[in-house]
């Protein structure tokens, strides 16, 4: 396998690094918010690279290659985060960034995001209705109990949606080994699994970024358990999907 992939690497330098120094200029307290955010962009990158890559199946020459291509964006996120983690800690505090910056910056990490999609398929395969009621209705439950127990909604959702990530996809993958005997089920339930936790990552950066001025740095114990979560759970549905393949084959 190659370790070395254009695309793969120009996203998460894109989404990770510039929408940071887009708000703090070049400067330590910007790459600590790429440290911040980078785990979740590369598990973006891999989500966009699987959902690309299942309307390959039809062509198993291409599983292979388009696999290891959309793990490259995961491994490109570790290394970063190993990298960024060897910084030094620092007591400054993070500067009042106007909300025009944080636009900005959001923007771009939005429009990195869409390029990616757009560039491998189209749009119309990122939205999934099931999907999108469950992250709204985990956000506001998130939102809401926090609220109720005196904590900043904010935080709690920038804190709380690779959680519920976490969640989403995890609760797919036990719907799907419930409903093996009825094959039809199968892609829709993937889908709702996998573009649920894609929403709510993609959420978590986007809150990340716009509400730099009101929200403290996540724990990096917490973004390596998320992070290593998500993907183990892409990683076990694409190797189903691809078992399902080589026995379909040899029927």
């Known amino acids: 396998m190659a370790l070395f992939d254009l695309f793969a690497y120009l996203f998460v330098v894109l989404a990770a690094f510039v929408p940071p120094i887009l708000l703090l200029g070049f400067s330590r307290q910007a790459l600590r918010l790429s440290s911040d955010i ?3 962009v ?25 696999i290891s291509v959309a793990l490259l964006t995961a491994v490109y996120a570790m290394g970063f985060k190993l990298l960024l983690e060897l910084l030094p800690e620092d007591q400054e505090a993070v500067v009042a960034v106007p909300f025009g910056k944080r636009a900005a910056a959001g923007g771009f990490f939005l429009a990195v995001l869409l390029t990616a999609i757009f560039m491998g398929s189209g749009l119309w395969l990122f939205f999934d209705v099931r999907a999108v009621v469950f992250v709204l209705v985990g956000a506001l439950l998130i939102a ?3 609220k109720f127990f005196g904590r900043a909604p904010v935080e709690a959702l920038v804190r709380q ?10 609760s797919s993958l036990l719907a799907m080994v419930s409903q ?23 959420a978590a950066v986007f809150v990340r970024l716009l509400a730099l001025n009101h929200v403290e740095r996540p724990a990096s114990g917490g973004q390596w ?12 549905v694409m190797a189903q999907v691809v078992l399902a393949m080589v026995l379909n084959g040899s029927a």
């Open 144 to 146: 809401g109990l926090a």
């Open 38 to 40: 980078v785990l979740p």
């Open 225 to 236: 358990a998320a992070f290593t979560a998500l993907n183990v759970g892409a990683c076990v």
């Open 161 to 170: 949606l690779p959680t519920l990530a976490v969640l989403i996809l995890s």
């Open 180 to 202: 093996l005997n009825d094959p039809s089920q199968i892609g829709p339930t993937i889908a709702w699994g996998f573009l649920g936790a894609f929403y709510a990552s993609s």
């Open 42 to 66: 590369g598990f973006l990158g891999t989500m966009v690279g699987l959902v690309q890559l299942l309307q390959m199946m039809d062509d198993p020459r291409a599983v292979g290659p388009g």
